[in-house]
């Protein structure tokens, strides 16, 4: 027995276990932690590390031009500061890994960061270490996984002749403006465009004449049918009418009496109205600029989010949307299949049309994504609303209902018209039911409010109308209206200015080189933007020529789709640039900015003080800087009196150039209010100054200032205010 045992002993000594050896894992790495994660749910732990390059890591260094001219523009590439730590993580985890897969975003600027990527990691340009995806699903990450590709270095080229360009522009140029005007000016290649058309929208209203016209309503009625009428004068004579003064609008009101009218036609007919394309990135930056309140950038910011992932629930992360840096309304089969089914299930196969609809892209798209859509249609707004901020649940709801909408039959309406004629008058008016609400059921187009119904009576040719009333009524005609960030996505995508990935840094890049000022949510260009648009185009035409722009989008275009050399174009870009500049460094003098001296005197030092422009807006300095540093607002009196100590009530602005309204007497007195004050408005209980407040519904409310008042007593603005003031509460309000 023993002799058995020790033979046992022997043979476990003899075969030892095999110690398990852990298997490498293939590395992803994509642009952003959000990102990593939801991707990393998808493929699972086991096989598969996500990590985050956190963006660029790679780029030309900020304290030298970094191109070699006279080298075929080479770029001198450097690690971007701060990120060496992030560097050597990723190469030590690039060497354990068994695949590396570069998963950066679907457009130039991620394919350069993949690029980048394979240069510090050492991955060879022909290995197929590239993988892409339009939505962050588990299909489609599967499905990029199976077909990984090469880098594709026509799209790299483009991105890097876009940065080229911009870099000799920014840096070329932007000495010159220091030395000529003042330091810390700038000039880029796409935003000094922008600045002109701003700039000339803003010359078009200085000289805008208002001319005087006049429109003349008249109030029917129909003793036959027992019905009233009201009408627009329409034509006299068999022309179009034009009133343009009260004598003449008193002489046709006079003659209008004199008259024997009866109704001429009634046309009646019915109208479609076809839904709207899904969204690009323009359309979806200028519908939640309406919609929503939402700057570009807000817009880009909050879509990122949801592109990416957001945690709902037992679900995990979960990307809500496709990619948002489109310009194509192109829809997957599989996508349209699945909202086909949504609409017949939810609203009837009335409201899903025969064959799914296409929508043409404009004339020059790149067409290299989907347009914007939920990558899941049965993930409806108030299904994940508890798993989103208010701000990601608006932009998605938005972003849900314009896709569903697109795939949805048209609106119908009844329309009539009715022609009432008079001698040589003609009055007109038209009236409209909804029949069928086709996509209305769950989307108002971007450009029309929600139409309501205007009923006509039923009224028959011959039937005679009696004239109750004549309405003439005084206008101006009005100035073409400022930009704001939805009319200028759309001009300069209609001008070919930028693309989807450029408009909302174009519009930040303005706005903080002090170029511009958002006011009221509107574009304002201040003096400097005009001082230093007023020099480029003396001297730099091509700089600031939308057309000229336009072209060179074109040609990174042909570099995308290697139909063109990218050294080709920054050489037929920077001789005649380079010889401008030349020219321009010897023939300008000092430009000079005037000031605008107040009557303000510092205390400090005794000097009248001096207007300068602010960011969001213009504030007073003392003109013996550095020496003497003090600065005040400039207070906007609003007219009315504060309801706590009877002091003024101004303007002031957040740090963020949001309006507000608050005492002259702070800090004494902590009167503030968002809501403006009515100074022609009075409380008929107390004598204080009204305050209008907006819903976002658009509807008006007024109410007292003074919260003591018996008329504030239950009033609905008091939960309101308090609403404000909780949400304001942990923002620090700009003492100005």
Request: with cysteine.
């Amino acid at each position: 027995m023993e002799k058995k045992l020790e033979e046992s002993k022997k043979t476990l000594k003899a075969k030892p276990k095999k110690k398990k050896t852990a298997s490498k894992k293939t590395l992803v790495i994509v642009e952003s932690p959000a990102k990593a994660k939801t991707i990393e749910k998808y493929l699972g732990h086991r096989k598969y590390e996500v990590l985050a390059s956190m963006g660029h890591l790679r780029d030309l260094p900020k304290s030298q031009f970094g191109i070699d001219i006279e080298n075929d523009f080479a770029p001198k590439y450097i690690n971007i500061r701060g990120k060496g730590d992030l560097i050597k993580s990723l190469k030590k985890e690039a060497k354990n890994a068994e695949k590396i897969y570069l998963a950066s975003d679907p457009d130039r600027e991620g394919e350069a960061i993949a690029w980048h990527l394979a240069y510090l990691l050492g991955i060879d340009d022909k290995e197929k270490c590239r993988i892409v995806f339009n939505e962050i699903t588990k299909p489609a990450i599967n499905e990029a996984v199976k077909a990984p590709r090469t880098i594709n270095l026509n799209l790299v080229d483009a991105q890097q002749a876009r940065r080229m360009l911009d870099r000799i522009v920014g840096y070329k140029l932007s000495p010159l403006l220091w030395r000529k005007i003042k330091k810390g000016l700038s000039a880029g290649r796409v935003q000094s465009v922008t600045v002109k058309i701003i700039c000339d929208r803003e010359r078009e209203i200085r000289a805008f004449i208002p001319e005087e016209y006049w429109t003349i309503d008249l109030n029917f009625k129909c003793e036959a049918r027992k019905c009233t009428l009201a009408t627009e004068l329409a034509m006299v004579d068999g022309k179009k009418i034009a009133v343009t003064s009260e004598e003449s609008a008193a002489r046709i009101k006079k003659d209008l009496q004199h008259q024997q009218f009866a109704v001429e036609e009634v046309k009646k007919s019915e109208r479609r109205r076809k839904p709207p394309a899904p969204f690009t990135t323009s359309s979806l930056q200028q519908d939640a600029a309406r919609k929503l309140g939402f700057t570009s950038r807000r817009t880009m910011m909050i879509a990122q989010q949801l592109y990416e992932g957001v945690n709902v629930g037992k679900k995990g992360p979960v990307g809500l949307i496709t990619y948002m840096r489109t310009d194509s309304t192109r829809i997957a089969e599989l996508a349209q299949n699945e909202a086909r089914n949504y609409i017949t299930e939810k609203f009837g196969t009335a409201y899903m049309p025969g064959k799914p609809p296409v929508y043409t892209a404009k004339k020059d798209a790149q067409d290299a994504h989907e347009a914007v859509r939920p990558t899941d249609i049965t993930l409806t707004p108030p299904l994940i609303e508890g798993f989103l901020s208010k701000e990601q649940f608006k932009l998605y709801r938005l972003i849900w209902q314009r896709f569903l909408a697109s795939q949805m039959t048209a609106a119908v309406y009844d329309t009539m018209g009715i022609i009432i004629k008079g001698g040589i008058y003609t009055a007109k008016t038209a009236g409209s039911v909804l029949k069928f609400a086709g996509f209305t059921a769950v989307y108002d187009d971007a450009d029309k409010k929600k139409e309501k119904d205007i009923i006509l009576p039923e009224v028959f040719a011959g039937d005679v109308m009696k004239l109750q009333k004549v309405l003439p009524e005084q206008h101006f005609t009005e100035p073409p209206p400022r930009y704001n960030d939805a009319s200028i996505v759309k001009t300069l995508e209609e001008k070919g200015i930028g693309r989807p990935s450029t408009y909302a840094p174009i519009i930040e890049t303005i706005l903080g080189r002090g170029y511009v000022v958002r006011r009221d949510k509107k574009f304002e260009p201040t003096e400097l933007g005009f001082i230093v648009l007023d020099m480029l185009e003396q001297y730099f035409k091509n700089i600031v020529d939308a057309k000229f722009t336009a072209e060179l989008e074109n040609s990174l275009d042909k570099i995308a789709d290697g139909m063109m050399d990218k050294n080709n174009l920054l050489a037929e870009f920077y001789s005649p640039f380079a010889t401008t500049l030349e020219k321009a460094e010897e023939e300008i003098g000092h430009v000079d900015i005037p000031e605008e001296v107040s009557d303000v005197r510092c205390e400090k030092c005794g000097r009248l003080m001096v207007v300068k422009q602010g960011r969001f807006s213009k504030f007073l300095a003392c003109p013996g800087f550095p020496e003497c540093r003090n600065t005040k607002p400039i207070l906007k009196d609003t007219g009315a009196k504060c309801p706590k100590c009877g002091g003024r009530v101004v303007e002031r602005h957040t740090k963020r150039g949001r309006i507000f309204y608050g005492c002259e007497n702070y800090p004494k007195c902590d009167f503030v209010s968002w809501d403006a004050p009515l100074a022609d408005k009075v409380c008929d209980e107390c004598g204080t100054n009204m305050f209008q407040h907006r819903y976002k519904n658009g509807r008006v409310v007024l109410y007292c200032g003074n919260e003591n008042c018996k008329t504030r007593k239950d009033h609905p603005i008091n939960e309101e205010i308090k609403k404000m003031k909780v949400k304001s509460a942990d923002k620090s309000v700009k003492k100005a």
